[in-house]
């Protein structure tokens, strides 16, 4: 079976990160915050647009928007 070095490499390293923190995501995800920040670069947070998902799920209420209660038929 053949084998890429680059995708063992990543696992690696990746396993020796988790393990660094006691594979605790809540340490993880701190320290990937801190160095989000410590980066200097501009960070973009995307809002979501209402899509089908929302309009189909009945979701778009929670969003502010009025939505027609689509998981009742009408008869």
Known sequence: MWKDEIVEDIH???EEYAKSFNY???AI???L???QAQSGR???SLSRK???TTRWSGRAREHGE???D???RST
């Open 24 to 26: 605790d995501l809540d």
């Open 66 to 68: 009025d939505a027609k």
């Open 29 to 31: 995800f701190e320290d």
């Open 42 to 44: 501009e960070v973009v």
């Open 33 to 35: 915050r801190k160095k």
């Open 12 to 14: 690696r390293i990746r």
């Open 50 to 52: 209402p899509g089908l």
């Open 70 to 72: 689509t998981n009742r």
